[in-house]
């Protein structure tokens, strides 16, 4: 730890904008995400927080604004260059390789940071670093029993914990998560929670969120994205008590 | 466990291979020649298909740059160049790898139907082309050569092509064995499987497809090149549609989701090819048939159903299922017949033969002949036999298809994963 880390800032957005067609649906969002802070981004449905996140990790090219990464430019690459600059996300709707077994689908992401991508001399089985990390990712999302079971048939939980755990293996140091909790009991609630602050311990995190009790016990700080536009960006504590994200954003879930 | 009877049957395989052809004829020789060379092509093809989840229908370009190479070679050998004949493939492999790697740079720029369009288009270019570079290609006629002895062996005899083509096909099937089992070979499936997360995983996917598809066309190119040591001869008809649709078919009859299902499809229509292709005319519509009704019965192809059954073959109540599958198999056997009685009746009677012989006899409808028999066109019996063929075989194949499938119903949970494909589980 440096003594000022906070000050450091791991992704910065600078006035990005995104159409699709001739509907804009992010607005000029700005943004600073100091590293290692947790962060969460709440929102009404459409607002545009997968959007957002699909900008930031390549999918699409914004029409125009600027986003950092560590400091470098990294609007408009491919996925896989902002994979390689050090930012890996999950997906909200799960996005795993279903017909290959847990443990491989965590593999493929270790084998990416051993830089061994398209390693076609030597049996994987025989790589033993490899194996041993991939090993320890399947138990640190806490599905050592399924490794050998194909993905497609884990629970609806479980997938989500892979969909987690394969954020994690290529090494990024800024983790996108997108509703990792959507669809969850409360119990499995309470242990997505637990496993997402022990793994990005010492990381950076951007994760949207719905559930306000999740970000109150997760993130330092919150911000509010409304119709492609950020209102507010504050501690949990203050963003309940602001007015404007009241209205905007909480007072309809209440009311509804 | 499962994996030392496979090397056990693998061996025996082998054994056969290399003891039996010596004491065959020169025709089933020949006939072996050719299933191996297609064996090869529908590997390399389905390397693709199989594991990458890309259908190519363009397959023929890299046959053909593959046949060609090595007759260039093959010629300059003749001319005194110091190359040993059994390395001539090595000229295909390079070719293949070259073109492979231009097309495939293309191609896989898109995907699904855009990707096997672009696919047949770069085939259909060098099927336009070739005919015009004379000197590339040997125009319309195309190139001949001859094999050149090489440390005493003459490469005279169909045995010797034989060994030579068994050996090429056998240490490249062995290498795409083990193209299964190495990191790039696990992230050509996952490829398959989620193109997508590939990419935010710190893949390049396109990068990843042009090698996989180099890999393919390479070995492509090799069988291409066995084809032209065998037979010392190519021409541009080497690039034709039918022979990248010929890979499609024996690849899908034979199981593109199992590692040597494409070895099963090539056998069997090499085969039956050698077998039948002299008694009818209609064998091209016999294998289109077989293609239809394999996609529609069993999408997954023999090679598919063959392994179904092994990973279940501890749940199944094969006492009680062993009556119905030889119903089912007299079933399919009559229903076949009909079918083929009435192909070949149709055959006859809409032939220019039979039109001659119409002609001859002022337009009646004389009897014609069939399997040694004479028909008549208009009797009852000429077409209530296959009829009676048909409905009786469909009956009891429906009938026994019903039966067999309640008793796989039946069957207690499969411990081994049922819709896991051999190339998913091939590594752990
Ligand atoms: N690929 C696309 N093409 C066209 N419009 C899109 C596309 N993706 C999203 N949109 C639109 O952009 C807007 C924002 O969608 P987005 O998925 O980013 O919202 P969100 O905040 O993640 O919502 P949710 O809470 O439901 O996940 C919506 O109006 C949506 O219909
Ligand atoms: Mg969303």
């Keep these: 730890m440096t003594a000022t880390p906070t000050t450091q800032t791991a992704l ?49 090219a914004p029409t125009s604004g600027e986003i950092f990464l560590n400091g470098n430019s990294i609007a408009g690459l491919s996925p896989h260059l902002i994979n390689r600059a050090g930012l890996a996300r999950s997906f909200q709707i799960t996005n795993i390789f279903h017909r290959m077994s847990v443990f491989e689908n965590l593999r ?58 394969m954020t994690l293996t290529t090494g990024a140091e800024v983790i996108l998560l997108d509703e990792p909790t959507a669809g969850m009991s409360r119990e499995e609630t309470e ?28 993130c330092d700080r919150v ?24 209205e905007a954003y909480l007072g309809e879930e209440a009311a509804s | 466990m499962m994996t030392m009877r496979n090397l056990l049957l693998l061996a025996v395989a082998l054994a056969l291979l290399v003891i039996v052809p010596p004491f065959l004829g020169l025709g089933w020789q020949n006939m072996l020649v050719n299933v191996l060379i297609a064996s090869l092509f529908a590997l390399a093809f389905n390397l693709l298909i199989g594991q990458a989840g890309l259908l190519s229908f363009g397959h023929a370009a890299y046959f053909g ?44 720029m898109r995907s699904g139907v855009y990707f096997a369009l672009v696919t047949l288009a770069i085939a259909e270019l060098f099927h336009s ?35 030579l083509t068994l050996a090429w096909v056998l240490v490249c099937g062995l290498a795409l064995w083990a193209y299964t089992r190495t990191p790039f070979g696990r992230l050509t499936l996952a490829l398959r499987d989620n193109e997508q997360r590939v990419r935010f995983l710190g893949y390049s996917a396109h990068t990843a497809k042009v090698i996989i598809f180099t890999v393919s066309a390479m070995l492509t190119a090799v069988a291409g090149s066995l084809q032209a040591i065998s037979i010392e001869t190519a021409n541009y008809s080497l690039f034709a549609s039918n022979v990248s649709a010929q890979v499609v078919l024996q690849t899908f009859v034979g199981g593109s989701t199992v590692f040597f299902g494409p070895v099963i499809g090539a056998t ?29 019965y069993v999408p997954t192809g023999i090679g598919g159903v063959i392994q179904h059954h092994i990973h279940n073959r501890r749940q199944l109540d094969w006492r009680n299922m062993a009556g119905h599958y030889v119903l089912a198999f007299v079933g399919a056997l009559l229903l076949t017949a009909g079918v083929v009685f009435l192909t070949e009746t149709v055959a006859v009677l809409f032939g220019e033969d039979y039109a001659m012989v119409r002609h001859n006899a002022e ?33 009891l194949l429906i009938r026994a298809r019903r039966r067999i499938s309640t008793i796989w119903d039946r069957k207690g949970p499969s411990n081994a994963t049922a819709t896991e494909p051999l190339l998913a589980g091939g590594a752990k």
């Design chain 1, 12 to 60: 910065r957005l600078a006035a990005i904008t995104m159409s699709f067609g001739p509907i804009e649906v992010i607005k000029g969002v700005n943004l600073d995400i100091r590293a290692g802070e947790r962060h969460a981004v709440i929102g009404p449905n459409g607002a545009g927080k997968s959007t957002l996140f699909n900008l930031i990790s390549g999918m699409f």
């Design chain 1, 108 to 165: 493929i992401g270790v084998l990416a940071r051993h830089g061994v991508r398209y390693g076609l001399f030597r049996p994987v089985a025989g790589m033993r670093q490899v194996n041993e990390e991939t090993a320890e990712v399947l138990a640190r999302v806490g599905l050592e029993s399924r490794g050998h079971d194909l993905a497609g048939d884990l629970t609806y939980s479980e997938q989500r914990a892979l969909e987690i755990g």
């Design chain 1, 191 to 218: 242990k997505a929670i637990e496993l997402i602050r022990t793994v990005t311990e010492g990381k950076t995190l951007l994760m949207v969120e719905h559930d306000m009790g999740v970000v109150f016990s997760l």
């Design chain 1, 223 to 246: 911000s509010v994205l409304v119709y492609g536009d950020i209102i507010a960006t504050d501690t949990p504590e203050r963003i309940s008590a602001n007015r404007a994200v009241q």
């Design chain 2, 65 to 108: 740059v593959g046949a060609f190479a090595a007759l260039h070679l093959m010629r300059a050998i003749e001319g005194g160049l110091p190359f040993p004949t059994p390395l001539v493939p090595l000229a295909g492999a390079a070719a293949g790898l070259l073109i492979g790697l231009i097309a495939g740079y293309f191609a896989t």
């Design chain 2, 129 to 163: 082309l070739a005919p015009q570079l004379e000197g590339v290609f040997g125009g319309e006629s195309g190139i001949s050569s001859m094999r050149m002895p090489w440390n005493g062996i003459v490469f005279g005899s169909m045995l010797e092509v034989y060994y």
């Design chain 2, 268 to 296: 069997a229509f090499t085969l039956f090819s050698f077998l039948v292709s002299d008694l009818t005319r209609s064998w091209v519509f016999y294998q289109g048939l077989i293609f239809v009704l394999v996609m529609l």
């Design chain 2, 363 to 395: 337009g009646g409808l004389p009897p014609f002949e069939l399997f040694g028999a004479s028909w008549n066109p208009t009797g009852l019996l000429t077409w209530l036999l296959p009829i009676v063929l048909l409905i009786g075989g469909g009956a």
